[in-house]
């Protein structure tokens, strides 16, 4: 290996360990505010990288009905939760299970936009609300069970995702336009804007985030609810606003990430499994709760991901799921009392 | 009609169709077996011991590739080369059994220690990986796999043919929920069961729960081996699709499905999700227009809703509706003494000290719980510790019983150092305790219960358990537990399930676990809290006896006229310190104590 082929493999790493790093962010929020291992992370980037490649080619991505369904699933739901006497907070549902919806239905089938940037604003708004909605249906009514039995309820969920993925998308991969065609050379390297723009989406959401979790009264909500449940319900948090805004985050994450891989990579619908489990990976270096760690995991995941795939193609995917192995372990040298699950 | 009935009929009717039944009925019976029998393994694992795991495909696949490899790879026919052709599967077998456990417990120890979600996290990890190996490496064959696997041979008998591997694998598995069974209703067993939900109360009666839930990991593993093995030898073919992750995702569906609590369950839900799988790949291509592996979503959906709806799964269904004709086994036996002895503690003599306290100090980031606290137990004297609302009481209790570390100074148990010990150290060293939120086991019986507390004081391990070794130590811990509970004013409620008690009473039952250690130093973390009058005194008259006998007794309580009656001496934290100590008589005049309990400026 020659320098020149360490540095693009740097670069290749850095560029996937972005994706990596906003795919941790996402299962650190979810799983802190939440208590969910939210498994089916993943299956938002390939929605989203998909439904994009549906729209250039000039088709309405099919799993919009996948969206009208959950949007009705939960409209139904919430009526029939209120005719028991639950609590139902009706603005909330208004804008995840009717005004989102509605306008992405708008913008997928009639309007059809061409401009990229519309194309962009139609698939988050298609996978967006997915997530809300999925927490609504799937995880709310199991708000007291255990982590491991939410846990198992990610897994099927991620079943029931990949499953409807390969029946919306097909089983064929698709890659979408590049964001920017632009490269550079620089010192006998070439530098991709599509790289650049991955890197750069990637730093803006983490300082917005960054930004949303300190400033905003509704980040402090959401941190207040990581640190301690039931002390922010008495408070006055909702359980509910936390666990849909946070799921909401997650899906923005991951569709952003969709979008911004696709071009590089093909996409098929059960990529993003193997895409969400490297963010897993890189989560799990910070314990499921540090987000400057989960960061510098994914740096790592990327780089190991991309020299393993120069000297050890085959396998790449095996070294890069052992590094837990070793993390884990270290990790395990710290604790000799033993806690109660929650 | 009792469930042990059932199964003999349901073996006898299964016995006496074997022979007729269609070739087709057959092989998915065979089939059944094989799943259940990796079913059953996570049934131990999450629904007895509250872990799970995602990859027991991947070990079905080690057990399946060991004996593929050995009895086809010319250089394994080499190493080899002295055995007879026959005796091949039977080494695959112990290279699979070996290989597996060895997966397992190293997969085990890295993340069992540390919280529960980080097993599964790590058999997805480990599931996927092992299907990438066996797919790359081209010694087994890569993605094509290996074919020419020999059938099994049994004393010159060919097990060829499905009708006859079947009867092999059937009763392999009965074997295997027999020998579970049995395990379950053991000492290990309490052990096992306490491992959901109780891993600090259990690692306090002296349970290394970590060591138990690697054991339990490595069982699950062992019986995926044995199914793989079994597999590789009626499929005579081995490549690495069904042992990829999905198919260790459908495993834990057919026991969460089946009912994760129940050995039987396992059978249930393999039963069940191999039938459906079956129906769904015929009709949902047609229904669809596509073909696809469609059948994922129906399944997810499934356990979705079985979580939902009943996540304990169909066998409680089961059981509830077949209550009126199907008796549960008979009550508990009575346990009567034994020929085998429990271990017995020499108690310290009377004024010995046992429990030593120097200079303890906890921070939490800024906030100081414990400031330099002193204190010392002696053996055969009730010591009370007071204090008001978050004076540091539980936070000192935490560090004397090895629950947590001191940020500074000593705890020192009969005379040893016991810095940064387990709690089950502390166990070991003859500490027993109660917990201030009571940590029974609430479907669990009191007699169960108290049992738990004896757990140091029996040997018997997994296999003599297994295959009813242990009967004798048994009823003696059974016998020592009935004991306790007589002691404690219980033998009513020996049998009922500990939740159905009221507070009061769970807390005595604590007590009785605790004594059932026969420990030398007791902690009682507010006994008397929930107890009525008579009760209060019954409690105090038990105390009083146990310091008679030579037990070192500390005391945290609220109630003052308990306390000022029996203690005989007393320490009082406020904010952390120690603002008196000794007699009842002396603290009851101390200026400090009396502005901390009415307020007021003191001195």
């Not at chain 2, 009525?532 to 309580?557: D, P």
Request: proline letters at 4%.
């Amino acid at each position: 290996m020659d320098l020149q082929i360490a540095l693009l493999l740097v670069q290749d790493g850095i560029v996937n360990g972005a994706i990596y790093a906003l795919m941790a962010l996402a299962l650190v929020l979810v799983f802190s505010v939440t208590r969910v291992i939210f498994i089916p992370q993943g299956e938002f980037v390939a929605y989203a990288a998909l439904a994009m490649a549906a729209l250039q080619s000039g088709k309405p991505p099919a799993v919009l009905w996948m969206l009208l369904a959950l949007a009705a699933l939960t409209l139904l739901v919430e009526a029939v939760r209120q005719a028991r006497g639950a609590e139902v907070d009706w603005k909330g549902t208004v804008v995840w299970a009717v005004l989102l919806p509605a306008l992405a239905a708008l913008m997928l089938l009639v309007v059809q936009p061409q401009s990229m940037l519309l194309q962009v604003l139609s698939v988050l708004l298609l996978v967006v609300p997915m997530g809300p909605l999925v927490y609504r249906l799937v995880y709310r009514p199991l708000a007291h069970a255990t982590v491991l039995i939410l846990l198992i309820v990610s897994v099927a969920l991620h079943l029931v995702m990949v499953g409807l993925g390969l029946f919306f998308f097909g089983a064929e991969g698709s890659r979408t336009a590049a964001f920017s065609e632009a490269r550079w050379d620089v010192g006998g390297m070439t530098i991709s804007g599509q790289s650049l723009v991955i890197l750069g989406v990637t730093a803006l959401l983490v300082v917005a985030m960054f930004f949303f979790f300190e400033r905003s009264i509704v980040g402090k909500a959401l941190r207040a609810t990581a640190i301690n449940r039931v002390g922010a319900r008495l408070m006055g948090i909702p359980t509910s606003l936390s666990g849909d805004l946070s799921f909401a985050l997650a899906a923005l994450i991951g569709a952003v990430s969709g979008l911004l891989i696709a071009p590089v990579t093909t996409i098929y619908y059960d990529t993003g499994f193997l895409i969400g489990l490297k963010g897993f990976v890189a989560a799990i270096v910070g314990g499921l709760g540090s987000y400057p760690l989960a960061l510098a995991g994914a740096l790592l995941v990327g780089l190991l991901e991309s020299f393993s795939s120069f000297w050890a193609s085959a396998f790449k995917e095996v070294i890069v799921f052992t590094l837990i192995i070793p993390v884990l372990w270290w990790r395990s040298l710290n604790t000799h009392h033993v806690e109660d699950e929650e | 009609m009792k469930p042990l009935h059932l199964v003999i009929g349901f073996i006898a009717l299964l016995a006496a169709v074997w022979g007729y039944l269609p070739p087709f009925t057959v092989t998915l019976l065979c089939y059944i077996g094989l799943y259940s029998m990796v079913a059953v393994g996570l049934v131990m694992l999450t629904g007895v011991g509250g872990m799970t795991s995602f990859g027991q495909a991947a070990f079905v696949g080690l057990g399946a590739y060991a004996t593929a490899w050995i009895c086809t790879s010319p250089q394994a026919a080499e190493l080899l080369g002295a055995l007879p052709k026959g005796a091949y599967p039977w080494v695959g077998l112990l290279l699979g059994l070996a290989v597996t456990a060895l997966v397992a417990w190293v997969l085990g120890a890295v993340t069992l220690r540390l919280s529960g979600h980080y097993l599964p996290l790590g058999t997805i990890a480990w599931g996927l990986s092992l299907y990438y190996v066996f797919g790359n490496l081209q010694s087994l064959g890569g993605f094509t796999g290996l074919s020419g696997i020999p059938p099994l041979e049994l004393f010159g008998l060919s097990l060829a043919s499905p009708r006859v591997l079947g009867v092999v694998i059937w009763a392999l598995l009965l074997l295997a929920i027999w020998a579970l069974h049995n395990l379950l209703d053991s000492r290990e067993g309490r052990a096992i069961r306490a491992l959901k939900t109780g891993r600090l109360m259990a690692e306090s009666m002296g349970v290394d729960t970590a060591q138990q839930r690697i054991k339990l990991f490595v069982l699950a593993a062992l019986l995926a081996a044995v199914s793989g093995w079994l597999y590789a030898h009626m499929q005579r073919f081995v490549n690495p699709t069904p042992f990829n992750l999905n198919i260790g995702i459908e495993y834990l569906f057919m026991a969460v499905v089946g009912g994760s609590g129940h050995l039987w369950g396992a059978v249930l839900g393999a039963t069940l999700i191999t039938l459906l799988k079956e129906q769904l790949q015929d009709w949902l291509p047609r229904l669809l227009g596509t073909t696809g592996n469609f059948e994922i979503v129906v399944f997810g959906l499934l356990m979705l809703l079985v979580l939902q709806r009943a996540s304990t799964g169909l066998w409680p269904l089961l059981a509830n509706a077949t209550r009126s004709w199907l008796r549960p086994d008979a009550p508990a036996r009575q346990p009567v003494g034994g020929a085998a002895q429990l271990d017995q503690r020499q108690l310290p003599p009377a004024g010995q000290q046992v429990l030593e306290a120097r200079k303890v100090t906890k921070r939490f980031a800024g906030l100081v719980a414990n400031n330099a606290v002193d204190m010392d137990v002696r053996a055969s004297e009730v010591h009370a510790l007071i204090g008001p609302n978050g004076a540091g009481k539980s936070t000192f209790f935490n560090m004397i019983s090895g629950v947590d570390d001191p940020t500074e100074g000593q705890v020192r148990l009969m005379g040893q150092d016991m810095r940064g010990k387990p709690s089950r150290a502390f166990a070991a060293l003859g500490l027993g305790r109660t917990f201030q939120h009571v940590r029974l086991l609430g479907e669990r019986s009191v007699l169960d219960n108290v049992a738990l507390g004896a757990h140091r004081r029996g040997h018997k391990g997994w296999v003599a358990s297994m295959l009813r070794l242990d009967r004798g130590e048994e009823a003696a811990v059974l016998a020592e537990a009935m004991r306790q509970i007589e002691r404690c004013g219980l033998a009513e409620v020996a049998h009922t399930p500990a939740a159905s008690l009221p507070l009061g009473q769970q807390r005595i039952v604590e007590i009785a676990r605790a004594l059932a250690g026969q420990p030398a130093i007791l902690l009682l973390d507010e006994p008397a809290a929930g107890l009525r009058h008579l009760e209060k005194q019954s409690l105090a008259a038990l105390l009083t006896q146990l310091r008679a006998e030579g037990l070192a007794i500390l005391v945290v309580e609220h109630d003052m006229e308990f306390v000022m009656n029996l203690a005989d001496r007393i320490t009082v934290l406020e904010f952390g310190t120690v603002i008196a100590h000794g007699t009842p008589a002396e603290v009851q005049a101390d200026p400090r104590v009396i502005a901390a309990y009415l307020g007021g400026d003191m001195l």
